[in-house]
Structure formats: C-alpha cells, structure tokens
C-alpha cells in the first residue's frame, strides 16, 4: 500500500504503538522517516494530532509522577522539587564566589587589551596584541 493512502489515524495510531518513535512508525507502515515528516508536514491535521499524543504522553507521565510523590518516594519529590519548585526557593543553584586579591591588575590588563582591540579595529595594526 502506498504511504500517501494513509489516514492519519491509521500515520498516529502507528506512531503511538512505536512509542511516538515516528521513524518506528514509518517503518512498520513500510514508509521512510522522511515520507512520514513529509505527510505531517502537509496535514495540518496529521500535525496537531502529533503533538496531541505527544502532550497525552507527558500528562502520563506527570500522572506516575505523582503517585510516586504521592507514595513518599523521595526521589520523585526531589525530581518534582528541582523541576517545578524554582519559584520557591528549591531546584539546581550555582553560586559562584570570585575573589580578586590583585583586582586593579585585572582591571588595567582588560583595560590594555581593549586599548589594543580599539587599534586593530580602527587602523589594522597587530602591535601589543
């Protein structure tokens, strides 16, 4: 059967079946990855049916999230904590502490290479750099 008498039930059903793999899915229909993406991207329809499975699979798996957290299960409240609790205070956070004890050294060495930057830049000259 030739890919382009797909329905698009028939082009989501196999990309649910090959868990939202579409070059899987292509595969069992007997298409390639491309001939798939071509046919979504001509259906509009084919599209948000694509993307609709695609926010069914996340509701899925915040559902099992919840359980989980639900049941006391630490990691998934770390999970959930780092993910969605940013606003509160949790979450990955990098502090970074610098301390110069030679600051006015820096200073004057970006301040030279920004002075020899402006040179190679207004009049091509390589000197000091």
């Known amino acids: 059967m030739a890919s ?7 082009l989501i059903q196999a990309f649910v079946a090959n868990d939202f793999n579409a070059s899987a899915a292509a595969k069992s229909l007997g298409m390639t990855r491309q ?7 001509n259906r509009p329809e084919l599209a948000k049916m694509i993307e609709f499975a695609k926010e069914q699979r996340l509701e899925v798996a915040e559902s099992e999230l919840f359980k989980h957290v639900k049941k006391g299960n630490l990691d ?7 993910r969605l609790g940013g606003n509160l205070g949790y979450g ?9 004890d030679n600051s006015d ?16 830049v207004n009049d ?3 000197d000091g750099l």
């Open 4 to 10: 382009h008498t797909y329905s698009n039930e028939e």
């Open 35 to 41: 001939n798939f993406y071509y046919l979504r991207d």
């Open 76 to 82: 998934a409240i770390k999970f959930l904590l780092d």
């Open 92 to 100: 990955n956070k990098t502090n970074v502490n610098v301390n110069i």
């Open 105 to 120: 050294k820096v200073l004057q060495c970006i301040e030279l290479k920004s002075k020899n930057y402006d040179k190679v």
């Open 124 to 126: 091509g000259s390589t």
